[in-house]
């Protein structure tokens, strides 16, 4: 796919852990809440191994019982945990290269994510990122149960053709979506999944963000 890239015009980022570096706050989140109810923490590399969409189901398998308590509660204290650290998070390294690299060749950028809507908003600002972006997508509360829906409302809204558009992300999700909403997708093991997961979706798989510069 990367020999096509010129057939692009604009590019979809997914946020969280493809720009933004913050599975290491989500482990460290996570285990903070498994300590308090005696459930066994996780490593960076088993989280990346386990966790999914929707993610209720990931929290069942680190031994959540919503029998006990139910699953709004914990996911808002999760996120409230988060949004409490969430300003220790920076971009990966490469990410203001890159998208400036976009910029200047020509494409147009968005973000389609699973963060609420406006805490990804003002993330985007704090971070200094936001005006590279043609549109800001995320959405509407904090349960992440899937982007797919607000996917099909950004490309509408775009007015792109599906062919034009590619999507980057870093979890199995992400494939998901690209092919829920027609589009193509390129992955990258640098977020909230690992290699081996990424390698068994039927997109191509690329080792780093500058590896796309490379391709241009």
């Not at 997914?14 to 923490?41: F, I, Y």
């Not at 204290?77 to 969430?86: D, I, K, S, T």
């Not at 890159?98 to 704090?126: H, M, W």
């Not at 149960?145 to 999507?167: M, Q």
Request: net charge negative; aromatic share 12%.
């Amino acid at each position: 796919m990367l020999h096509k890239f010129l057939d692009y015009k604009h590019i979809i980022w997914d946020w969280n852990g493809t720009l933004l570096d913050d599975a290491w706050l989500c482990v460290e989140v996570m285990n903070g809440m498994l300590e308090k109810r005696e459930l066994p923490k996780v490593s960076l590399d088993f989280y990346r191994s386990v966790f999914t969409f929707p993610v209720r189901d990931y929290y069942e398998k680190l031994g959540y019982d919503f029998t006990m308590e139910s699953f709004e509660e914990v996911g808002m204290a999760f996120m409230v945990l988060y949004n409490q650290r969430q300003k220790e998070c920076r971009l990966h390294p490469e990410v203001v290269n890159v998208l400036e690299t976009f910029k200047q060749r020509g494409f147009g950028q968005s973000i389609l994510s699973a963060r609420e809507q406006n805490e990804l908003l003002a993330e985007t600002i704090d971070l200094g990122v936001n005006h590279y972006f043609d549109k800001i997508y995320g959405l509407d509360d904090h349960y992440a149960h899937g982007k797919t829906e607000v996917g099909l409302r950004l490309i509408s809204d775009l007015g792109l053709p599906a062919s034009s558009l590619l999507f980057i992300g870093d979890t199995r999700h992400d494939a998901e979506v690209a092919c829920g909403i027609g589009i193509d997708c390129i992955l990258i093991p640098n977020g909230h999944h690992s290699e081996e997961r990424l390698r068994a979706c039927s997109f191509p798989l690329i080792g780093s963000l500058n590896e796309l510069i490379t391709s241009l």
